[in-house]
């Protein structure tokens, strides 16, 4: 399954997507772009995105949300005014919603042939499995927005450059807080430019 997955990142299907050429003027092509239709066509970036948001996502609070009449909840009253912080990061690691919640699988966003990401209702209105952007009315307003800024970015950056770890390094994905959620030990990569031809 994970290989089967991991073919739609490879190099030869990023080259099959590099279709839309931008020319000069002068009849010279300029560069290549992945465009909004090509993202489509990539059900694991998707998912991988997905992923990237449940098990590391960039603000681990929402903005503090006050109550606006005494409630009970669990048996806790929760009274008038009171603030409220809501864990994003460990309701997207819950053991009881999620399978090996701490380990990153894109795949469990997938239908079983990897084909098409399964149908997720990130914004938490019909269930709340993980909350990234938050829930309600108070929800991110720029949630797709940044969606598919992700999804582009993701995707030229493989899709441009060939990434490797360097020889006796490693990816450590522990994290740290500063204004978001950004990583302990900044990512050590040697890159390089795709050729495409
Ligand atoms: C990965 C990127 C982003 C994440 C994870 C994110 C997440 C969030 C979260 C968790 C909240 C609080 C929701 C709540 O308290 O219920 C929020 C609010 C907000 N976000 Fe984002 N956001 C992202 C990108 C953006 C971008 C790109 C913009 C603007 C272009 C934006 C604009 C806002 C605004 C204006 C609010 C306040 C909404 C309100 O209080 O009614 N966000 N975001």
Redesign the pocket.
Known sequence: MVTLCSEFLSAGSWRKLKKTVIVKDNGRKEKEVITEQDLEKLPYLKALILEA?RRH???HF??P?VVSEDVVLNGYLVPKKGTIN?M?AEIGWDSQVWEDPMDFKPERFLNDDCSEVRVFDLTGTKEIKM??????K??????K??LL??EYFVANLVCNFDWKVPKGGDVDLSEKQEFTVVMKNPLRVHISRRTHH
Do not use: E, K, M, S
């Open positions: 948001l996502p960039p603000g929402l903005l949300h809501f994003v909350i990234p952007f938050g829930a309600g108070r929800i991110c307003p720029a949630y927005l940044a800024h992700l």
